[in-house]
């Protein structure tokens, strides 16, 4: 349903079911689920693919291009999963050549006045609260929880189930599992509560815990702490995740207690 005070290029392809109030702008080269709704003022640019049942909130501006000089108006899109809602005045770029697109999943909830910018990959699940500032190239895993007003650095990668504190400064990668909190960002325990909520059981939770005094607890450097590590606790999902997400890399992961 259209308002008729709403622009739909004709080009666009969306669904006979999406909901399009007032003062909507939709370009060409655009694609929306059924029963999305799409509330006013909002603005959805080429580039934009947007899935099932989403909810998209008055201001907010989809699939603009970079702000990063080194794009050169190259073909690539901004997409949003099923289910996902994104409060008012939320902006997604969509992707550079590094990367072709941006990427939010499903089941997310990105608050009021967040940005996420140029080729982020973002996960299923995920809650970015008030104003969470996200720049070009970073990855958010299933589950994580940003608190408000939060910078998150290029590059960085936060992992699944991480709890950030609001106003957080992340320059540096945060492992899965874990409360990121102080200034600078650090370590500051296992996400216990998080993961309660998720159905882990107390077991899973103390063997996460174990894994992370070898890391933040031991006074190992991260090398030697990984081998301590694989050598002393059973092989489980979480242990290898845990592993592999340090390994990995590339800025290195949060420091320990202060």
């Keep these: 349903m259209k308002q008729p005070l709403a622009y739909v290029h004709p080009a666009a392809k969306i669904a006979s079911n999406v ?12 694609e929306i689920g059924e029963g999305t709704r799409i509330g006013s003022n909002v603005t959805i640019l080429e580039g934009a693919r947007i899935g099932k049942n989403c909810t998209i909130f008055p201001g907010a501006v989809i699939s603009a291009i970079p702000q990063d000089l080194k794009f050169n108006g190259e073909d690539t899109v901004a997409i949003i999963g099923d289910n996902t809602t994104l ?3 939320v902006t997604v770029n969509r992707g550079t050549a590094a990367k072709g697109k941006t990427v939010v999943g499903n089941n997310c909830l990105i608050m009021a006045y967040s940005h996420i910018a140029h080729d982020v990959c973002v996960g299923d699940n995920v809650i970015m609260s008030n104003c969470t500032q996200v720049a070009g190239e970073v990855v958010i895993d299933n589950y994580a929880v940003i608190g408000g007003g939060a910078l998150i650095h290029q ?6 189930h991480v709890m950030v504190q609001g106003g957080a400064l992340i320059n ?12 600078p960002i650090s370590y500051a325990g296992v996400n216990s509560i998080g993961l309660r909520r998720r ?8 063997e996460i815990q174990e894994i992370y005094r070898y890391l933040y607890l031991s006074g190992l450097n991260n090398s030697d702490a990984i081998e301590r590590i694989e050598a002393e606790l059973p092989a489980s999902k979480e242990r290898d995740e845990i592993i592999m997400f340090v390994r990995n890399s590339k800025r290195g992961i949060i420091r320990g207690y202060i």
Excluded: L, M, W
Excluded at 155 to 160: K, M, Q, T, V, W
């Design 199 to 206: 159905n882990f059981t107390n077991e899973k939770i103390c």
């Design 172 to 183: 540096k990668d945060i492992p899965p599992y874990v409360k990121a909190a102080r200034t």
């Design 87 to 89: 409060r008012e005045c």
């Design 19 to 30: 909901v399009i109030d007032p003062f909507v702008t939709i370009d060409q080269n655009v």
């Design 155 to 160: 590059f960085s990668h936060i992992g699944a």
